[in-house]
């Protein structure tokens, strides 16, 4: 198994930064792909970026290109999410995901085997 645990989340002005942290804990050398997702109050979870086992490649959903920028830290089995020029619709929670057994470039949650418990970014206007 597998443990994700969601970091760096808070309150921030619009315009802000926040740098999201996930530490993986367990048998990490089962992970492959992992990504952010979010969450808003009333909506569907979707992904926000994800990058690949060894992080040289990466993929952005249109609302975080330019402004967020995803990588990991194989070593010390942490994944962060840098957001910039935050916005009032970047609220909502983002849990952190990895996949098992092969690298899937997906954008699907069921594509996803392992998720964090979350963590709530809210941008004030």
């Known amino acids: 198994q597998v443990q994700l645990v969601e970091s760096g989340g808070g309150l921030v002005q619009a315009g802000g930064s926040l740098r999201l942290s996930c530490a993986a804990s367990?048998?990490?050398?089962?992970?492959?792909?992992m990504a952010w997702f979010r969450q808003a109050p009333g909506k569907e979870r979707d992904i926000v970026a994800s990058?690949?086992?060894?992080?040289?490649?990466?993929a952005y959903a249109d609302s975080a290109k330019g402004r967020f920028t995803i990588s990991r830290d194989n070593p010390k089995n942490v994944m962060f999410l840098q957001m910039n020029s935050l916005k009032p619709d970047d609220t909502a929670v983002y849990y952190c995901?990895?996949?098992?057994?092969?690298?899937?470039?997906?954008?699907?949650?069921?594509?996803?085997?392992?998720w964090g418990q979350g963590t709530q970014v809210t941008v004030s206007s």
């Open positions: 367990g048998r990490t050398f089962t992970i492959y792909r």
């Open positions: 990058i690949s086992r060894s992080g040289g490649t990466t």
């Open positions: 995901a990895a996949q098992a057994v092969a690298d899937r470039l997906t954008t699907a949650v069921m594509g996803y085997d392992y």
